[in-house]
């Protein structure tokens, strides 16, 4: 480490500009869909990926060892939710390496560019999506409700980010006080 990593240290501290976008990621990923565990689909997704059940599960994309559940379809998109869940035909053991570098790429895009075999990680990957039944609305009228809901919920985000950046406003003002009161 070098003194001058310090550096990043001595700023102020913006909560809306440091959390905002954690927040916006907070609440679009409550929105998202999701599956209960259900040990034979689980076990019959692992299949379908060509992957023992019962053994050590494999990262899809490279081939080593699996150490987490990388999502396909990013759950957030420009702070957003993207209208994709936390459903197992959404969810693929990977491995950090490649969880972290993949990030909120489209994951066809990512496998054309990093995968040495990228048509055959594509046609597994297909497959498995496929072989899953989708999400679906069971409301009467659900593209007006959830329309409404999603506004509303938006609001409050936006809100709460808005309340953020009055405390900011309050905490510049704090510093800036206890600044002249030490002169």
């Not at 990512?110 to 989708?134: K, L």
């Amino acid at each position: 480490m070098k003194r001058q990593s310090v550096r990043r240290y001595l700023k102020p501290y913006s909560i809306r500009q440091q959390r905002a976008t954690t927040i916006r990621h907070a609440f679009a990923s409550s929105l998202a869909a999701h599956d209960v565990y259900d040990d034979a689909a689980i076990r019959s997704a692992i299949a379908d990926l060509k992957q023992d059940p019962d053994g050590d599960l494999i990262c899809v994309y490279c081939g080593k060892l699996a150490a987490c559940w990388d999502h396909l379809n990013a759950i957030v998109r420009k702070g957003r939710h993207s209208g994709h869940g936390h459903t197992i035909r959404n969810l693929v053991p990977a491995c950090r390496d490649c969880n972290e570098k993949k990030g909120n790429q489209d994951w066809r895009i990512w496998i054309a560019a990093t995968c040495s075999a990228p048509d055959e990680v594509a046609r597994r990957i297909e497959a498995y999506i496929a072989a899953g039944s989708p999400y679906q609305a069971t409301d009467e009228d659900p593209d007006a409700r959830r329309a409404e809901l999603l506004r509303r919920h938006e609001e409050i985000r936006d809100r709460i980010i808005g309340l953020f950046a009055e405390a900011d406003t309050i905490a510049k003002e704090f510093r800036e006080l206890g600044r002249a009161s030490a002169r």
